[in-house]
């Protein structure tokens, strides 16, 4: 069962003592301490939690791009009729475009492109196979938390995490900056367990490498 806001207002409570999470204005500013966490925990790296995927757009030969995913944070892999195209800055479209696939010496290879602007990508070469489907893999951006029943992409058993930093808030607010420091040297230790985990899986320390230009697949 995935944890609540809700669960995490009564977590918070019973950490400083109180027998039920609060409502109204304490209930809201302990809500943006929780939020505050969650943001500063995400950005962090790019989390195996933070993983997605899916089929976001069909080629129309469109050459003024097509819409990310609304909660793309930043491409994994984008992948259109099994080629792989590979990310380039924005900076560079100008070298690519307008040609048929950038060739790989000494193995004659040819790669493809895409970049990003203003919420689109684009590709390189502008592919007018109407049938392709585009299947992207990427990290999400996560968003702010605001009722009693959201949940939160960090798996569960870190989010104890989130309760620690806003303990430490809440203490700061009354200004005892004395008693924040265990939770937050609680709050860091967790963090440090999910980089255990997310290492073991074999992303590394900070998530999913670009790939090679000379690893895509080829286009006869």
Request: charged residues 20%.
């Amino acid at each position: 069962m995935a944890l609540t806001v809700a669960n995490l207002q009564l977590n918070l409570a019973y950490r400083l003592g109180e027998s039920a999470a609060p409502s109204g204005t304490t209930a809201a500013q302990r809500l943006e301490w929780v939020n505050m966490a969650y943001f500063d925990f995400a950005r962090r790296h790019n989390w195996f939690f933070l993983q997605g995927s899916g089929a976001a757009n069909t080629n129309t030969g469109s050459t003024t791009g097509y819409a990310e995913p609304t909660d793309l944070k930043e491409f994994i892999e984008l992948k259109i009729s099994n080629i792989f195209y590979d990310q380039i800055p924005y900076t560079d479209n100008r070298d690519y475009t307008n040609t048929v696939g950038v060739v790989t010496l000494p193995t004659l290879r040819r790669s493809f492109k895409f970049y990003r602007f203003a919420g689109n990508y684009y590709l390189i070469p502008t592919d007018g196979n109407n049938a392709a489907v585009h299947y992207i893999k990427y990290y999400k951006r996560i968003t702010k938390r605001t009722a009693d029943a959201d949940t939160f992409l960090i798996p569960d058993e870190y989010l104890e995490a989130l309760t620690c930093y806003a303990e430490a808030r809440y203490w700061m607010s009354i200004a005892q900056q004395a008693k924040a420091s265990v939770p937050l040297q609680e709050y860091e230790a967790i963090i440090r367990q999910c980089e255990t985990e997310h290492q073991s899986k074999g992303w590394g320390s900070l998530g999913f490498g670009m790939r090679e230009p000379e690893d895509a697949q080829i286009r006869q």
